[in-house]
């Protein structure tokens, strides 16, 4: 097996679906960042969740709100739902692993708030069940998914927006989610804090 070849032809899938993708995905992921600098400016906070390397991916996201991402300013409010392993264990124990999310974002959020939820199939059963209590709250939701944004995609209403990554590997969905993570990112500072 040649190892040089295969690692070469890993970074050359993720650069062309990142290329593929700029196009398609800049508009949502412009809108996104602008709806999140509406929702801190109010005083609201943006929760995050995911399963897997999505999880990972809400709380690189949420780390980089709380304490910052490239230039220096205040902490912005971002909470990861992923970390807290007691209240998800215990959601999981006494009612079911479906509502690991669903039940913090029905304590914690409130219609001024919003969700990061993240799927890369767009079929997690919990991050469905998490938008579906955000849109009770009457909170906006921004979707990360891929594929074909999967059942998540049909629930994304139009107060929402759904940043589809059109690819079916996991690997390099994740990929294009981190970029875009960081993308979020950058733009939010753009926003709040003028362009250098």
Known sequence: MDLISRVTEN?????????????????????????????????????????????????????????????????????ALTTDSSTITSIANDYAYDQVFSKQVRALGHAK????????????????????????SGMQVVALTGRDGGSIGELIGE???????????????QEVHLLTIHCLCDAIDCLLLGVD
């Open 11 to 79: 970074f050359s899938e993720s650069a062309h679906l990142k290329l593929e993708c700029m196009d398609v995905l800049a508009g949502p992921i412009a809108a996104a960042a602008q709806r999140m600098v509406d929702c801190l400016k109010d005083d609201g906070k943006i929760l995050a969740c995911g399963n897997g390397g999505s999880a990972a991916d809400a709380q690189h996201f949420s780390s980089e709100l709380l304490n910052r991402f490239e230039k220096e300013r205040p902490g912005l409010a971002g909470i």
């Open 113 to 136: 708030d919003m969700l990061l939820a993240i799927s890369t199939s767009g079929n997690s059963k919990n991050i469905i069940a998490a938008i579906t209590a955000a849109h009770e």
């Open 159 to 173: 107060n929402d927006v759904h940043i589809c990554v059109p690819a079916q590997s996991t690997a390099r969905i």
